[in-house]
């Protein structure tokens, strides 16, 4: 039926402040560039998705993503949305050179069969939860800054699990996760160092925290991205769980985090894998027992609804690390989700 055929996709530009700039080892961000994609059906139906492009990750700039919009719109026009793993493999094409468009265009495309058929995206994809529960993060900032952040996330705003960014400072770094541990008892502790520490370094982290009671569920990609060898030996000589982020990018990716027995824990984000990627990467983890969270990059309440509509519907996650939209100036909620606080519905 011609009414599930793509008419047009076109890419929009938008540029969003930061509330107050966000510090993570070696980098300080004070706005983000992000795209919107548009898939129009013929039947008028509309699928958005967005990219939130990051160099340091992707090695993505948001000049070179706008000028695919040509290039991707020639290569869906005319495609059935119904058979969305056709246009999936058309987009794997995006896989390493612009993987923030192919995960916006993926669910854009989920999105405009959502708009179709009115069933929601998260249904489509199993509809396995209808609610989330998501952490808040913590940038690196002054001691004292820190742990007020930590004491109203967690004490007013009821946030159960907070995210700490860490990695630029050991022995500082110590200082700043006990006190926030000593001002919000009770706290799960997601901490990322963003590939800040050397191995020595992450192991002296680990095990000082552990040993002062701090309850760090996951320990986020402590040394630089293509040290597996280091992620692996930290994994063995660490009491806290240890999760890959920038070194799991795609399914290939994970699979060797996995065969070399290099973490406890994969940090999935659409903007680096795509959907299809994600897919695979939820089933590798659950064939080899592995644990999972889902992440974001700096995505407007637009681009978390993708995260949230995949995770609900997958229902593999242990931890849900989705506030950037919390992060950023928006003239407008866009997300197809409702939040109250750390609860998220759908």
């Not at 995210?163 to 990322?192: H, P, Q």
Request: aromatic content about 8%; overall charge negative.
């Amino acid at each position: 039926m011609k009414m599930y055929e793509i008419q047009d996709v076109t890419f929009e530009l938008k540029k969003y402040e930061f509330s107050e700039p966000f510090r993570i080892t070696g980098w300080i961000h004070n706005e983000a560039e992000n795209v919107d994609v548009k898939v129009v059906l013929k039947s008028g139906k509309i699928g958005m998705g967005e990219a939130s492009p990051s160099y340091r990750v992707n090695g993505e700039k948001v000049s070179a993503l706008m000028a695919l919009q040509k290039d991707v719109k020639e290569m869906l026009i005319g495609s059935d949305v119904r058979n969305y793993r056709r246009i999936f493999e058309i987009m794997d094409g995006f896989s390493r050179t612009a993987p923030s468009v192919k995960a916006a265009v993926q669910y854009a495309i989920l999105d405009s069969l959502s708009m179709a058929t009115e069933m929601p995206v998260y249904q489509m994809l199993g509809g396995s939860k209808s609610e989330i529960k998501i952490d808040k993060t913590v940038g690196i900032d002054e001691l004292n800054k820190m742990v007020e952040k930590a004491k109203r996330f967690y004490h007013e705003e009821g946030y159960e699990t907070l995210k700490i960014k860490v990695g630029e400072n050991l022995k500082e770094d110590v200082r700043k996760i006990l006190a926030i541990s000593d001002a919000t008892k009770g706290a799960s502790y997601v901490v990322d160092a963003n590939q800040g520490y050397s191995v020595k370094e992450a192991i002296q982290f680990a095990n000082a925290t552990y040993e002062n009671g701090v309850n760090i569920v996951v320990f986020e990609q402590p040394v630089i991205w293509n040290n597996l060898d280091g992620l692996k030996i930290l994994r063995y000589n660490s009491p806290i769980p240890i999760a890959a982020d920038e070194s799991a990018k795609t399914k290939y990716d994970v699979y060797e985090l996995i065969r070399n027995g290099c973490v406890d824990f994969i940090n999935i984000k659409l903007m680096k894998s795509g959907i299809s990627d994600a897919l695979s990467i939820v089933e590798l983890a659950k064939t080899t027992d592995t644990g999972l969270m889902i992440g974001c990059m700096s995505e407007s309440s637009l681009g978390i609804s993708q995260s949230v509509h995949f995770a609900a519907g997958i229902g593999a996650f242990a931890y849900h690390d989705l506030d950037s939209h919390m992060l950023l100036k928006e003239r407008g909620f866009r997300g197809k989700f409702k939040q109250e606080g750390e609860l998220i519905k759908l």
